[in-house]
T-cell receptor
């Protein structure tokens, strides 16, 4: 699986959009981009995933650049409960595991 | 409610005393796996199971055993726990392993003294 690079930490004001970047410059054509988050030692929670098109669900939006070398997870109206570690994971179709890096610790400030 | 349930949530035990951490899912998922999480090392996969009676080693299987006798359950067994197995453990499941979301349990914090 391709390696991902994320900032160690980020801050965002409550009510604003949180934009979390992820670089995956070695991604290959059959690899998907997944985002999970982990709130204070709870089990990781799936957020969203995509291959090359932008994706949106009730939790977030995923913007993948045209060359697929980077992506951005957008939480449109961050709340205090969005404070968590966010993991960007690249995984090939059929790969049997998720490889978690160190993630980005996002803090939402009141 | 769809969920993965682990028990116990917290456990303190002594070196060498066999223990089992249970994991059960109610989503009829084929795929289940175990991870451990340690500071600075992230989440690492211990074992996984593609289906009933099919299990295989992950990245850090030493000191652990698993079984998959029925689809919903995937217990993690520590035959002779040691202090280096002190960790936060997570069980996960997914319907299959082709780009579907994984559901994680709430975790089991194990301390071996």
């Amino acid at each position: 699986d391709a390696k991902t690079t994320q900032p160690t930490s980020m801050d965002c004001a409550e009510g604003r959009a949180a934009n979390l970047p992820c670089n995956h410059s070695t991604i290959s054509g059959n690899e998907y981009v997944y985002w999970y988050r982990q709130i204070h030692s709870q089990g990781p929670q799936y957020i969203i995933h995509g291959l090359k098109n932008n994706e949106t669900n009730e939790m977030a939006s995923l913007i993948i650049t045209e060359d697929r070398k980077s992506s951005t997870l957008i939480l449109p109206h961050a709340t205090l409960r969005d404070t968590a570690v966010y993991y960007c994971i690249v995984r090939a179709q059929g790969a049997q595991k998720l490889v978690f890096g160190q993630g980005t610790r996002l803090t939402i400030n009141p | 409610e769809a969920q993965v349930t682990q028990n116990p949530r917290y456990l303190i035990t002594v070196t060498g005393k066999k223990l089992t951490v249970t994991c059960s899912q109610n989503m009829n998922h084929e795929y289940m796996s175990w991870y451990r999480q340690d500071p600075g090392l992230g989440l690492r996969q211990i074992y996984y199971s593609m289906n009933v009676e099919v299990t295989d080693k992950g990245d850090v299987p030493e000191g652990y055993k698993v079984s998959r006798k029925e689809k919903r359950n995937f217990p993690l067994i520590l035959e002779s726990p040691s202090p280096n197995q002190t960790s936060l453990y997570f069980c996960a499941s997914s319907s299959s392993w082709t780009n579907t979301e994984a559901f994680f349990g709430q975790g089991t914090r194990l301390t071996v003294v």
